[in-house]
């Protein structure tokens, strides 16, 4: 059982910046790639920035120039930095990881609850 958990959401200002954070705990033997997504209300999810274990990123263009997607491979964690934020920004982001939870297992995606980032004045 792998558990993803975020943090760092909230409400900030045009403008403004908030970093997310996501740390992952379990049965972890090793992580792929990690990702961020988002839900605005009444619309899908949809990527928003997705990191290798390698560190090679991925963003889509929405984020891009603003937003920063890093990792900590020691801590089973990812982070997103986001500047600059707009009000179509606001949704619910989730975290999730490509988990293998043991040497014979096989990759698994795994999701967090959410965290609400809302961009208001």
């Known amino acids: 059982q792998v558990q993803l958990v975020e943090s760092g959401g909230g409400l900030v200002q045009p403008g403004g910046s908030l970093r997310l954070s996501c740390a992952a705990s379990?049965?972890?033997?090793?992580?792929?790639?990690m990702a961020w997504h988002r839900q605005a209300p009444g619309k899908q999810r949809e990527l928003v920035a997705h990191?290798?274990?390698?560190?090679?990123?991925v963003y889509a263009d929405s984020g891009k120039g603003r937003f920063t997607i890093s990792r900590d491979n020691a801590k089973n964690a990812v982070y997103l930095q986001m500047d600059r934020l707009k009000p179509e920004d606001t949704a619910v982001y989730y975290c999730?990881?490509?988990?293998?939870?043991?040497?014979?297992?096989?990759?698994?995606?795994?999701w967090g609850q959410g965290t609400q980032v809302t961009v208001s004045s």
């Open positions: 999730n990881a490509l988990v293998k939870t043991s040497y014979s297992g096989t990759f698994a995606t795994s």
């Open positions: 379990g049965s972890i033997f090793s992580i792929a790639a």
């Open positions: 990191i290798t274990s390698s560190g090679t990123t």
